[in-house]
């Protein structure tokens, strides 16, 4: 290095530190992009600039990455740690495309890989980013520009404060020699390829070019499927022309969302002092993959669960965090209430109708909207549950946006679709309580502005949240499986609805639903809820709430559920002791220790949380309940069992394990309860060991309910094979209803009709129905004596005398022969 550079960046490294606060995505690029420290690392940057040379160092140091401007050495022999792959500008002009020592560095570097077969360079792409505001629409630039001196020194001034730095996952130099060689060409492809990359990085982190509404409105007038519904309402109605245009004008008004950059930035500053006063943290996952989406040209459309008017605002958050664009949001027209639906608007809300159903006008404007932000590649975010869940459980999805994310395709999207199926969740959800009172019958209150201010003042240490990416839909690869002459139905007009979309979409919305919760977050407040909950009298002594939290956490760390859930880290005694100092328990002490316990109305409210992470534990919990109630059985017959049983866990639950792998997961559980020492294994026997009972007996009253509500069901279909759909709905939520007052059953999902009702498909899916409604009364009869013997006499005989009843009510009031 010359001295006058040397002497040149010292000067500039003490404005630097005042002026530029930069924030490094990742920001564990070690463990993220799985960078080998011991390898020889050599930094890729964009374009000439000491600023942004320094600003580099001073972010991966920090991060344990090696200093880019202490010379890398190699056999002896000493080279430079950074190249950069094109000049930048001057004020006087550019003076040329690739500077020759990059190109004579990755050709030296090339060859002494020939050399040396042990030898492997890693090459790290780092983007500096001076602000991330989107272009404009007719203003057409590149979306990474160089900058000469006087446009960075105003860069540095204006956006010093809003520095992103992207780490790049590594190129591993030892690849591209064994892939494609070590001649010159091959430097000059990768200075090529490398600068692709870094326009991609910075279309990712700012997203498209804005329009301006007005724009966007006069293109989408002009859409043909537009102006024809306008012409058929016009016609239908007899009404002007000009009339309905102005109604469709008012429509787009009120959907369109009017995205502002600033808004979002000053935006982030207001929600990062609104999560440190509420949550002592918040835990992101698999972000990795959605930049890898982002920065592959994928069209994103996020579709996380419902839990709580938070979940839109931490989402955008953490993707503005992670480095990428805060997408447009399908919000319900009910927020769009003054002042929040204008800041919601410039946020990226775009607003829904809860039912647009027979008007076309609507339906076809809202949809060529939405085909308008894919067509443009702006990332999407909608709630498949149609609004935010009152149990906790994951709701069936609504298909509406879905199908119209398909016909949007079908319009031929020329770049590859994905959903991002995302798992929010909460140790405290702020409007659980109004959920609990909405389940008992209290009406729903709309939203205004006094129920905000009302809701922030009652904010407070609210936990840990979680924001766990799951896996990624390729919907094009989807669609080529289950529709594999998709691409011949491609309509401009988007209007068409071929035969098989409705199936595909309905598959694509359970795969959707079922991805979300394999992302799954199992947390203290979650585990110790699941924990109480299961004890008859809600409550355990602390050491045993310990000693259950140590079985979930054996559980879920030996027989992993997914590849994208997560569980916590600490010890059961620590997270026992965070879930105490959240204050929802009632602790009191004898002389023989504490006891952790859950007053009525904390019971009902720790259901929400227990329903959150319920599907975790399913299968083992069915296994311990079938032991606890028969204390003794074949492997085989607990895998008989478990296969009968599951089709509906799957179904309600949305549980991810395909049929074929059960036994497999089956002995896989047998196996970790064994060894926990639960139970004990003889010759294929498998028997409940009696001197440690409780922690088992609580695993298996995880499902016990669930149990509960399919006897219900399958002993009124013996009972009354001619029974409808409705009427086992009904008659199941009112023995259902009896059930939880006689035996003080608070769960609010216990008697939910839309259990029942996803229960009964399951019923036609597995032929114990067929297409009449006719119910086999042999297999059917099997079943419910099954569910049966998995449950408590006294349980059981309130079902019998229940469904005896019920039975003998409807009888009484069928019309007698004359």
Known sequence: MSSGRSLSRSLLKLPLSVLVKGTAIPSNPIEDHSIDINKPIIYAL????????????????ALGLPDPLQPLVINGKSFSRYVFTSSRDTVIGCDSDVPTESIALFSELLALHEEDTELDVQVIPVTVLWGRKPGKEDKHSNYLQSLNGPQKAKAVLLAGRDCLIRISPVVSLRYMANSHGTDSSIAHKLARVARIHFSRQKLAASGPNLPSRQALFSRLMKSKAIEKAIEDEANEKGIALEKVRKEAHDIMDEIAADFSYSLVKNGDRILGWLWNRIYQGININNAATVRRLAQDGHEIVYVPCHRSHMDYLLLSYVLYHEGMVPPHIAAGINLNFFPAGPIFRRGGAFFIRRSFKGNRLYSTIFREYLAELFAKGYSVEYFSEGGRSRTGRLLQAKTGMLAMTVQAMLRGLNRPVTLVPVYIGYEHVMEVGTYANELRGKHKEKENAGLVLRTIRKLRNFGQGYVNFGEPIPVNQYLNEHAPEWTKDIDPMGGSKPQWLTPVVNGLATKMMT???????????????????????????????????????????????????????????????????????????????????????????????????????????????????????????IKVNVAQIYPFLKQELFLSIEESRLDEVVEAYVTELANQGLISITDDMVELKQNNTQVLVLLGRTISETLQRYAIALNLLVANPELGKSDIELKSQDIAQRLGRLHGINAPEYFDKGVFSSMFTTLKEQAYLDVDGNSDHSKTSTLAELLYSLLYPEVRLTIRESVCQAMEHCNSNEPTAE
Do not use: W
């Open 46 to 61: 964009p374009y000439r600039s000491a600023v942004d040379l320094l600003s580099v160092q001073k972010q991966v140091m």
């Open 515 to 637: 991805n979300i919760n394999d992302a799954a977050a199992a947390n203290a407040l979650t585990l110790c809820a699941t924990a109480l909950l299961a004890s008859r009298q809600r409550a355990l002594s602390r050491d045993s709430l310990v000693e259950q939290i140590e079985c979930y956490l054996s559980l879920l760390k030996n027989v992993p559920y997914s590849s994208t859930y997560t569980m916590p880290s600490e010890d059961a005694e620590t997270l026992v002791k965070h879930a105490v100092s959240l204050d929802k328990f009632v602790i009191d002490a004898d002389s023989m220790g504490e006891i952790v316990s859950l007053d009525r109305n904390q019971s009902i409210l720790m259901t929400y949380y227990r329903n959150n992470i319920i599907h975790l534990f399913a299968i083992p919990a069915l296994i311990a309940q079938m032991l606890v109630r028969r204390q003794k059985l074949s492997l085989e017959q």
